[in-house]
């Protein structure tokens, strides 16, 4: 009974990390530039050594957080600050702990200290670092990412090159999820967190923003499988407890 019991209890156990994973897809099907987190399928695994002879466990093979960096739709702003990063385009950011870190969130704006950012306020990095803009001027971002400023107070405005956003390829290159949502190449020093970039030329195209490629009827319904599955474990667990308290039953009255 007790093997009938911890398989169950452990395929229950191990589902709880896709069960947080899907969630958190769902909550975030409005965000700009979210990407869903990669299918992971539980694994079998035997256990070998004294008390595990003969156990099977069914287990998550690994409690990172991939990412899907499928397109989501894109949404046509007219704003000259919006970029979509187009394939597996992915943008340098600096996080709020002041590492270096990947996103795909293009709503950019100018905050009150002149310093380009985006619309979840971190800070976005160029090749030479942040890029801050001259008050009063105007930007453009091209599609091989470079910012251009425009004084509007010339005769004959020409636009100046103020800094080339920090772009990579990311087609061979596996990204995990952050605690805060920010994305950070698997493999790579944690402390430095960059990454060469990949064959495909890294591109942006501007007056637009990525939406979310989270389907929300995908994710309910993998999420009302995934909760009658965790219902059918609990249901044996119990059957199996009422199977050994019957035979405990049976063996006390002979």
Known sequence: ?????????????????????????????????????????PQTVFFEG???PIRAQAVVPSSVESIDLRAGSMIQTGNALDIAMLGATVM???????????????????????????GNHNIVMGDGGPITVPAGFRL??????RVMATDPAQDIPI???????MLRDASTQQLQRRVDGLYTPVGVDSAEGDFPTGPVTPEVQ????EGSNVNPVEVMVTLMDMYRSFETQMKIIKA???????GASLISAN
């Open 206 to 209: 501007s007056e637009t923003i």
């Open 240 to 246: 199996t407890e009422e199977l050994d308290r019957d």
């Open 140 to 145: 453009t971002i091209d599609r091989a990412g």
């Open 50 to 52: 004294a008390g595990f």
């Open 1 to 41: 009974m007790d093997r009938l019991v911890y398989t169950s209890l452990g395929a229950a156990t191990n589902q709880e990390f896709l069960r947080v994973q899907l969630v958190n897809d769902l909550a975030n099907a409005a965000t700009f530039g979210y990407k869903r987190g990669g299918s992971v399928s």
């Open 92 to 118: 340098g950011v600096q996080a709020s702990d002041g590492t270096l870190a990947f996103t795909r969130r293009g709503d950019l704006q100018v905050n009150s200290s002149g310093v380009l950012e985006t």
């Open 159 to 165: 636009p100046q090159e103020i800094g080339q956003l």
